[in-house]
């Protein structure tokens, strides 16, 4: 009976941008947020992050998303779009802009790197037009005013976090000058409007959370648990990506990619190869278990010869 009952209390989701096809490391990121999520009989939704139309590759998510059928994965409930949700984060900065949470900014980058310091995430904004334009200024984006005190982050691979978003941030971006609403914005947005209660994404995105759960705060919107799995990189520590041309994975041959992303994920591997894709996943999802991923933040896939004992 325990299948067929769902855990309302776990909602997952695969967030894609719709940047080229599927390769290793968004396999990985599908992977670990599709097992946890079912693991506990919980629900995988999947949203497209085509909110920015510059760096989208036409017929995409098309290859995305039947990369993903052909791998096995099946998600729950409608696919989300977040090029049809701007209203949305229009209405969400709008309300920051009311309440003095968010103003206008001029500065141009050149501005911006000739005053700021570097941090974690590139130039720290100095804060120029925090208190108004300048005059004869006009804005061109939008920033959050951020404030002191410390972010707790506490991951569920990764560990504890602590950032002070102010000093080692600074007012960020969350409607850019070409006119998009800023990722930061558009994903606690849409994660709180699709009830998701886990995220489990690449730790690419560690040093973002913190923002995210600012503007969670701010927005009076609750906390999802956080689980960032290590990076794929190449052997020059660079992320593989769909922007950087990395080889897709061939959705005519899943099961070695399916079984080199349960091992990247140091989950245990089916003692044969599985005769069927439902095998595959009926063996990950049994055995799956978050806390056997290191906490680490990259991985090269170089270092994947885990194939060579199952053959
Ligand atoms: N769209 C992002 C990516 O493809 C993922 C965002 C997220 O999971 O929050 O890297």
Same mark, same amino acid.
């Given at each position: ?213 600012? $503007? %969670?705060? *701010?927005?009076? !919107?609750?906390? &999802?648990?956080?689980?960032?799995? =290590?990076?794929?990189? /190449?052997?020059?520590? +660079? ?19 399916? $079984? %080199?992303? *349960?091992?990247? !994920?140091?989950? &245990?591997?089916?003692?044969?190869? =599985?005769?069927?894709? /439902?095998?595959?996943? +009926? ?29």
């Amino acid at each position: 009976m325990k299948k067929f009952i769902k855990n309302h209390h776990y909602r997952g989701r695969f967030a894609p941008s719709p940047t080229g096809p599927l390769h290793f490391g968004s396999l990985v990121a599908a992977m670990g947020s599709y097992l946890d999520a079912r693991s506990c009989d919980g629900e995988w939704l999947i949203r497209i992050e085509d909110l920015d139309r510059t760096r989208e590759i036409n017929g995409a998510t098309q290859l995305i998303l039947e990369t993903l059928v052909k791998f096995g994965f099946w998600w729950d409930g409608e696919i989300i779009y977040q090029s049809r949700r701007t209203d949305a984060y229009a209405a969400a900065i709008e309300k920051l802009v009311n309440r003095h949470l968010a103003y206008p900014c001029a500065c141009t980058r050149k501005e911006i790197m000739e005053r700021a310091v570097t941090g974690v995430e590139g130039a720290i904004y100095p804060g120029t037009c925090r208190k108004g334009l300048a005059e004869g200024r006009e804005g061109r984006s939008i920033r959050v005013l951020t404030s002191e005190g410390p972010i707790n982050i506490s991951d569920a691979v990764q560990g504890p976090l602590i950032q002070q978003i102010d000093r080692e941030i600074g007012d960020f971006i969350i409607r850019r000058a070409d006119g998009y609403h800023a990722y930061q914005l558009a994903v606690v947005i849409d994660d709180a409007w699709q009830g998701i209660t886990h995220i489990v994404r690449g730790a690419d995105l560690l040093t973002s959370t913190p923002r995210q759960v600012f $503007l %969670q705060k *701010l927005f009076g !919107l609750s906390h &999802p648990i956080y689980a960032h799995l =290590p990076l794929a990189v /190449d052997n020059q520590g +660079r992320k593989l990506s769909k922007q950087h041309h990395d080889t897709p994975v061939d959705p005519k041959q899943p099961m070695d990619a399916l $079984l %080199q992303a *349960l091992a990247f !994920l140091h989950q &245990p591997l089916p003692p044969q190869r =599985p005769n069927s894709l /439902d095998e595959f996943w +009926r063996w990950a999802t049994a055995h799956w278990s978050l806390a056997a991923i290191p906490a680490i933040h990259q991985i090269p896939a170089s270092s994947l010869r885990y194939l060579n004992n199952l053959r």
